[in-house]
């Protein structure tokens, strides 16, 4: 019996923290991110640096889209008509590209202020 209960302490444990790392990625500054088949919409994102961040991705395409970043460390596959988002650390002052690696002439950047 004592098993089950750490066992059952330990799973509301885990639930809790989910909960809170989802509501701590509520409250972010939220930046909204279309791709729609090549096309980026904002292709220029500007940030609060030093601040983390989350970026709100759609797929509003008929085809796959990728939001990449090499220099970010971040990617994000979505299908068509997919929503996800990404959530980035602090970043210090500067720009940061990021691309559709489906389709690799649509770049942007995100600039932190």
């Known amino acids: 019996m004592k098993l089950k209960n750490q066992v059952a302490a330990l799973a509301m444990s885990a639930f809790a923290f989910a909960g809170m790392n989802l509501a701590h990625a509520a409250d972010l500054p939220t930046f909204k991110l279309e791709m729609n088949d090549g096309k980026l919409n904002p292709a220029r994102i500007e940030v609060p640096a ?31 008509g997919a929503d996800s988002f990404v959530v980035i650390a602090p970043l210090d002052p500067g720009e940061y590209k990021f691309f559709d690696d489906f389709h690799q002439s649509a770049q942007g950047v995100i600039v932190a202020k």
């Open 50 to 80: 030093g601040q983390r961040i989350k970026i709100e991705v759609h797929n509003v395409g008929k085809g796959a889209a990728e939001f990449e970043s090499v220099q970010l460390r971040k990617e994000k596959v979505l299908a068509p």
